[in-house]
């Protein structure tokens, strides 16, 4: 005969007694052990599952960090590129500021390069000038990046005869 406690039991021992009926009709104990029930205290430790979410999560994180530093390194390089090509256009315009109202009209479309020539050169500058009233001269300076074909920037300035 088997021992259970009743349902409305909730202590933590619980008896089960195992018994055979002898053949003269009378109960012999063969074994009688405690079962224990795990205590309910607070849980250590992570499951597998909470540890696979948090990695999961952390590495959405990570890719999101990761990406938005590289759109800003590419950033920072068109930011450099650029730089150095409105330093070419600069130079250029301060280059023509020393020139005489003579020698502007003769730099009617010259190109002016950041390299030896146009296949070592990253920008070009194209000039354009031309009489725009009596004595007065309109120049125009536009820079060009040579490997999209874009325009990057353009200066027009006045110069009269002195």
């Not at 800003?72 to 005489?100: I, N, P, W, Y």
Request: no cysteine; charged share 25%.
């Amino acid at each position: 005969m088997l021992e259970r406690p009743l349902a409305g039991d909730r202590s933590r021992d619980r008896t089960a007694s195992l018994a055979n009926e002898a053949p003269n009709g009378s109960m012999q104990h063969h074994t009688t052990r405690k079962l224990r029930r795990a205590p309910h205290g607070p849980r250590l430790g992570l499951t597998l599952l909470e540890v696979t979410l948090a990695m999961g999560v952390l590495s959405v994180l990570l890719m999101g960090i990761t990406a938005g530093f590289s759109i800003d390194l590419g950033s920072l390089g068109r930011a450099k590129r650029l730089t150095a090509g409105t330093a070419l256009l600069q130079t250029v315009v301060e280059d023509l500021s020393a020139q005489s109202y003579d020698n502007l009209l003769a730099l009617n479309g010259d190109q002016f390069f950041d390299g030896a020539d146009a296949d070592s050169s990253e920008y070009s500058v194209t000039l354009a000038t031309f009489e725009a009233d009596v004595d007065l001269l309109q120049v125009r300076a536009v820079l060009t990046d040579l490997d999209t074909g874009r325009e990057l920037g353009r200066i027009v300035t006045q110069r009269s005869r002195r």
